[in-house]
């Protein structure tokens, strides 16, 4: 649960929010869609922290664009707003905005890139804002058509309403996909019904069967009846399979690669032109929605595409965009870093039983401090060292085990072993290479 908090904003805390950004009087530093005051998302910060909800600036900031776009949309037509609980904070963003546009008449600087007049009607003002080049976009089609459907760019705190259409497809069975499909499922908005899993084997196939997900031998059969098809085989089985769909993916397929190793240019050489290619790399938690994956998106892939990704792999655990350059380090940290983790937690647990502890208890104990190690670091936003610094107490059991450690070189090896399982996925990925050919249509 504490992981979903990181991604959702529940009612309850998005309404402090707006409470705390009411008493900062945010609307006297309001110039149409810009904040003039930055200051302000820092002290609303800190008394949001106060009162237990600990969001960053930028998350703080994030959030109140959704609002402010929402607003927007909510003023021209109910029905376009993407924010599915914006009715709730309606009438304290018209207070906002009114009382905004009451102090900047009296002002006198009533002026900003758009101005409601009336429900209607939008004037767009051609001054240069913070706002980003996708809302600026957003504002220009408010001048260039008497109706409006604005989208407001998502990010984890504000996944954006599946299409319930959406079909959803997996070639390969593994624990990736099994552990992807689940958290997919767990949203609720894609049914069971939408989601479809091919494997030349059925020994996997229980399992998702199990979800409500139908199962096929045949990967062709899957692209034809799928939207978004994640590729989640073994590296060197890729080409094999990209040429085996390649005639029947068209341009309105999103091919998502869970391969280590295989690059972009790899994947999009094997496939038509115009194809729509994301990189995701997971790791093994996703099987029990406490993943960190990261992703990147193709040539052809739009900001879109990458936050409906987003939005699907949301419970599956922490979810990134990054350049491609980061995924083979990413490969690395987090994809093998879970048996590095592993490798440790068996030692720790060996310790105890050398000590003479039973074998049963040391190794559940083992996981427990791991999990509770790894929770602690991850809410607590402090740096490990601090965490590891606390722990210590001059002349303590700790500090002597530590020394320990460093002695055997724990430090040096892990980063080591990162380095070591980030060269073997570049390896991989210039291995796939030379056998990706254009195919064009």
């Known amino acids: 649960m504490a992981a979903m908090k990181k991604y959702f904003w529940d009612s309850e805390e998005t309404e402090y ?3 705390v950004l009411r008493e900062l009087d945010i609307a006297k530093h309001l110039d149409g869609r810009k904040v003039r005051n930055l200051k302000l998302f820092k002290v609303a910060e800190k008394r949001m ?3 237990g909800y600990h969001r960053s ?9 959704v609002l402010k776009t929402s607003y927007y949309s909510w003023n021209n037509n109910q029905q376009t707003v993407k924010l599915t609980r914006f009715p709730q904070y309606a009438t304290t963003m018209q207070s906002i905005m009114d009382e905004s546009e009451t102090w900047s008449r009296s002002h006198g600087t009533n002026s900003g890139p758009v101005r409601i007049r009336n429900r209607h009607k939008f004037i767009v003002h051609d001054e240069e804002t913070e706002d980003s080049e996708e809302e600026a976009t957003a504002a220009q089609s408010l001048h260039d058509h008497s109706t409006v459907d604005v989208i407001i760019k998502t990010d984890p705190e504000t996944p954006p309403e599946m299409d319930s259409n959406l079909r959803i497809g997996f070639i390969g069975a593994g624990n990736m996909a099994y552990g992807i499909a689940k958290g997919v499922l767990q949203s609720g908005d894609v049914p069971p019904t939408n989601v479809k899993v091919s494997a030349p ?7 998702f069967q199990e979800l409500g997900v139908a199962v ?3 990967n062709a059969e899957l692209v034809s009846s799928c939207d978004l098809v994640f590729v989640a085989v073994k590296p060197h089985l890729v080409t094999s399979i990209l040429s085996e769909i390649t005639d029947h993916v068209t341009p309105k397929h999103i091919i ?4 280590a190793g295989v690059t972009l240019a790899t994947l999009q050489g094997l496939l038509p032109f115009d194809t729509v290619v994301l990189r995701l790399m997971p790791n093994l938690p996703c099987l029990v929605q406490q993943g960190a994956l990261l992703f990147s998106r193709g040539t052809r892939a739009r900001q879109e595409d990458g936050d409906l990704l987003r939005s699907l792999l949301q419970h599956c655990g922490l979810v990134e965009e990054g350049p491609e350059a980061w995924i083979d380090i990413h490969t690395g940290l987090s994809g093998s870093g879970v048996a590095f983790v592993y490798l440790f937690a068996e030692a720790l647990a060996e310790g105890a039983v050398k000590m003479g502890m039973p074998s049963a208890l040391a190794h559940s104990i083992a996981a427990q401090t791991v999990l509770g190690a790894g929770q602690l670091l991850r809410d607590s936003g402090k740096h490990p060292a601090q965490l590891r610094s606390e722990v210590c107490t001059p002349g303590g059991t700790t500090i002597f085990g ?15 072993a990162v380095e070591t399982a980030t060269e073997r996925a570049r390896e991989l990925g210039r291995k796939s290479a030379p056998t990706a050919t ?4």
């Open 17 to 19: 929010m707006l409470k």
């Open 49 to 51: 922290k106060q009162a």
């Open 57 to 65: 600036i930028d998350q703080i900031r994030h959030r109140w664009k």
């Open 201 to 207: 084997s059925a020994r996997n196939f229980g399992r």
């Open 216 to 218: 096929t031998h045949s």
């Open 256 to 259: 998502v690669s869970v391969a």
């Open 402 to 416: 530590l020394h320990a450690m460093e002695q055997g070189g724990v430090r040096a090896a892990t980063m080591t």
């Open 438 to 441: 254009e195919n064009r249509k």
